[in-house]
């Protein structure tokens, strides 16, 4: 009998449940007691849910308040000492860590975020100290299990696994990875005896890190870390779960090592397939990863009973190929029609595909089978056959823009005469309850279109007013009318689709939404310039347009599977090509185009950046605005993550400004932008907006005076790290004047 599991659920609840009652939490409008409760109710449903679909093998510990990697963390003590010296309670400290803390017990800064792999899921980083001892330190994972075994539900308990730790986190001082070596193999090992001791079989380490490049050393670290813990296991069998690719280069070890299970990825990690058919090992279960942990579409039965064909292999677990985390719940109040919503999986009905392939593989089930394979054999909808004639006849000149960019500079600076260290925000103000409520009631009919725009107007107009009187020198008109950076563009352009409740996390309490590609990409009808060009109209002062830029818009959408994603981006390219020459006729001199998730999809090994995703993703940025004036200048803006290994990338999309998140990782790329010559004009964000903490003056001073020692003051733009939204008024005011004030102290201190 063939059984069936998943790597994890999301956690934020069918209805955001998670989302709300943290956010509640936060504004004192419950206790940690009650939302402690309505933790534990989101995880019993979940584990019900997942039982009743009919799946064999639970996970447990896949729960998190705000984000798996912070709770191992906290497991073993990788923590701060003015964290942990602190009077803040745990649950304070936790989310101290998470988003910062600002009151009479302390000012405590978030840890970094970064990307999780190629997800727009977001991890906070944990840093080795010198002083750091590795000690067990929290019994999440030990309660977890045992709410579920209260249920009547044998869980298998999740866990970071100590590799992957060790490589995402990061070192202070001489603190380096294998100074931890013994004691993480300790204090994994005492999980194992105390999982053991209440009753758990199995455990899962998550080791997704083994799927990137992995050099000499690593593989050692990797070796001697397994080597070790399962040499003393307290007999807890042990599933060593990899995602997001395949594992070639330990790949020889894995298969040695005295593991009871191994959990490969066979949607990304196609490699995998070879691999396991080149052999695996009878003394261990295959975790086969076939249902796709990151796309909404349905399992193309047919393909994978070929893949599981092809592994040889006497018997597997029908697993997922990633965790669940990264697709909406369910499709259950999603209101498209049959025809179309027949094409789709969300996390719900992707426990479903696993029983349905169960029961092809044992009991031959053909009924099933050819469901599934009619679904795939019909044309979804007409495609656009004259974009994919313009998509094939695009030149090299369609990607280059002219003039050079310094004589576009020198232009540019004669024309705008903006003063030293222009002032800026990235885009969007804060979408305060009552923006969204007004939308809300727009959406539902309540509200007419007139009285939504006049409401919006106004929303522009007094931050357009209040930026003049502190004293910004290019202004944005606020966002207000737009929900999400992506969904606003999707939903003016033809072939997307939108769910009404297909969150996903994207970090801690925040969910996206991300819209679905259906079919193929192009623009009707200008979709920013109405509000931009209101905005440039009610000021004397430059206005910034905003657009969100292709490859972003392919990245935080649900794409195809049928073309391409270069196709796909191009699709998009062409349709945000249109708009920027529309903003620009419309009189709007300075156009942000964002790439907020430029490297999200990245390939995880370097090997495959150029030639699998660099070589057309920098180009169709690039065809966004090749046909623009020499006078227009063009802005970009990117977040949350390294850039000093794609640096000479970056300098490609031939931008006239960028600005990026810097303040979290600790301006650390600013010695790359000075060792590469960067050449673009650059705004590192000087302080951080995914925390409610106030930045005093002093300290963005501070932060201006480091940037100005690494760049040179005529290229710098001084700017918050990403858009406010997310903010509320109040601080982010403050947080502005406080910038301002400093920039000008600076200004003075040049002169
Ligand atoms: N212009 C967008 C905003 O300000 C950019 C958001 C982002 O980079 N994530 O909200
Ligand atoms: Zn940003």
Partial sequence: MTQTTIIGFPRLGAQRELKFATEKYFRNKISETELFQIGQTIRQDHWQLVKDAGIDLIPSNDFSFYD?????????????????NSSLSDLEKYFALARGYQGDKGDIKALPMKKWFHTNYHYLVPKFEEETVIQLSTTKIFDEFLEAQALGIQTRPVLIGPFTLLQLSDYGGQARADDFV?????????????????????????EPALVKDINPEEKDLFARLYQQLLADKADIKVLLQTYFGDVRDVYDVIVQLPLEAVGLDFVEGVKNVDLVAS?????????????????????????????LKQLNVKSFVLSTSSSLLHVPISLENEEFPEKIKNHFAFAKEKLAELVELKEIVDHNRTDLLDQNTQLFAVERFSPNRKLAETIGKLSESDFTRQPTFYERLDLQSQLYGLPLLPTTTIGSFPQTKEVKQVRARFKSGELTEVDYD??????????????????????????FERNDMVEYFGQNLEGYLFSKNGWVQSYGTRGVKPP??????????????KWSSYAQSQTTKLVKGMLTGPVTILNWSFPR????????????????????????ASGIRIIQIDEAALREKLPLRKSDWYSNYLDWAIPAFRLVHSKVQPETQIHTHMCYSEFSDIISSIEQMDADVISFESSRSNLS???????????????????????????????????????????????????PDCGLKTRGEFETKASLENMIAAVKLVREELS
Avoid: C, M
């Avoid at 006049?454 to 966002?479: C, F, M, P, S």
């Fill in 182 to 206: 013994a004691d993480l193999v300790t204090a994994y090992q005492a999980v194992f005896r105390q999982l053991k001791d209440i009753g758990a079989d199995w455990i899962q380490l998550d």
């Fill in 279 to 307: 052999g695996f090992p009878d003394d261990k279960i295959l975790h086969a990863g076939v249902v796709n942990g990151k796309n909404i579409w349905r399992n193309h039965y047919e393909q994978t009973l070929d893949k």
């Fill in 669 to 719: 790329l600013l010695d790359d932008l000075q060792a590469q010559k960067f050449k673009t004009q650059v705004g590192p964000g000087v302080y951080d907006i995914h925390s409610p903490r106030i930045p005093s003056i002093k300290e963005i001073t501070e932060t201006i005076h480091a940037i100005l020692a690494k760049v040179p003051k005529e290229k710098v733009w001084i700017n």
């Fill in 516 to 529: 679905i590609i259906w079919g193929d990409i192009s623009r009707s009808a200008p979709i920013t310039v």
């Fill in 68 to 84: 798996q990697v912070l709770d191992t963390a906290f497991l073993f003590n990788i923590i701060p000492d003015q964290v942990k």
């Fill in 561 to 584: 599977e049928d073309i391409s994603i270069r196709e796909s981006t191009l699709q998009i390219a062409l349709a945000i090509q249109e708009e920027v020459l529309d903003l620009e």
């Fill in 454 to 479: 006049n409401y919006l107007a106004e929303r522009t107009n007094d931050w357009l007013k209040w930026q003049e009187a502190i004293g910004l020198d290019v202004l944005v008109h606020g966002e």
